[in-house]
């Protein structure tokens, strides 16, 4: 689980899968909050900015903000105010946000592997990260995804069987023939193409 701090919530990144609250869609599942940002829920209809970000520059600056905490002789939770300052920046800029840092409150993040990716919806918007947007009270979400290889995953494969017998003509001399079919559905494991997707959710700072 994260620490207490919001510079280890950032350095963590995309390494930590915590526990979500209830949700219907993969973002809600793996929604991760930062501390002390109590999610407000927005109206349905509430507009949410949402923006793709490139996988190699989002892992590039979790890196370095994660190879700078390393370093560090002092641990980030106690680190000073305008160092935690520095490095929301960094992860803002990482994220392509071009609002003044002080302005925008980080409010957590999402972070899967699937290998049943949301499905795309208008302008390539992955579905769900919109309504999740909402429902934590965030105005705009930065999010990220890379293909990872292979995983193995169980598919319902239907199998039919037929089947054939004789049955009496119920008081009339003699049998007739009848045929069946029936389809049975059973979990079968395949190999499929697996996805990592990523999140960020931001509001503006009160």
Known sequence: MPRSSFPSFLVLGVLLFG???????????????????????LDAQAEVRVRQVP????????????????????????????RKAEVKAKMLRTLQVSENPSTVTILGRSSFRTTRPPRPLQGGVPEGIAEQARRVGATGVAWSFRHVGKAETIVQEPVWTYSTGLHDHYGRAGYGAY????????????????????????????
């Open 179 to 206: 045929g069946s079919s029936s389809t049975v559905w059973v979990p079968v494991v395949i190999l499929a193409d697996q996805y990592a997707f990523v999140a960020y959710f931001m509001r503006p700072a009160e």
């Open 55 to 82: 996988w190699d520059r989002l892992q590039a600056g979790l890196r370095e903000i994660e190879a700078q905490a390393a370093a560090s002789n002092v641990h980030p939770d106690e680190w000073s105010p305008e």
């Open 19 to 41: 526990m979500g609250g209830c949700s219907t869609s993969p973002w809600g599942d793996a929604f991760v909050a930062a501390p002390g940002t109590p999610a407000i829920k």
